[in-house]
């Protein structure tokens, strides 16, 4: 049987609430969240591109194996589609840029980010 955790999880709305006090009452009275991962799947990317329209974000993630920077053509064999609509992929941005801070405050900073239409 696979592993489950339970968690609180703040409700995603329009207005941020600020204060101590507002964010302790609203973790209070937010639903516990369980986490079913009995139909979850693993897979790793080294490759990821994003598409919006007014209804959704679309996340594309894959791998390449080319390994010469001076090839002319990178292939991207993509593997996996997440489609969100708008309110998750902010709140996915804000989990990510958070993440991003607590993994350079362990282990440094990352480099710069890739210059634009990079497919790495």
Not at 11 to 31: H, M
Not at 84 to 108: I, Q, S
Request: aromatic share 4%; net charge neutral; proline share 5%.
């Amino acid at each position: 049987m696979a592993d489950e955790q339970t968690v609180r999880a703040a409700p995603i709305t329009g207005t941020q609430r600020t204060s101590v006090a507002s964010t302790r009452e609203a973790v209070a009275t937010s639903p516990s969240v369980k986490w079913d991962d009995t139909s979850m799947r693993s897979s790793y990317a080294n490759v990821c591109n994003v598409a919006s329209t007014r209804e959704e974000v679309t996340l594309l993630f894959g791998t390449h194996e080319n390994w010469h920077s001076a090839q002319k053509e990178v292939s991207v064999r993509l593997s996996d589609r997440i489609i969100l609509n708008p309110h998750a992929a902010k709140r996915l941005a804000r989990l990510l840029t958070g993440m991003v801070a607590e993994y350079e405050k362990r282990f440094g900073p990352l480099g710069p980010d890739m210059p634009e239409g990079s497919v790495h």
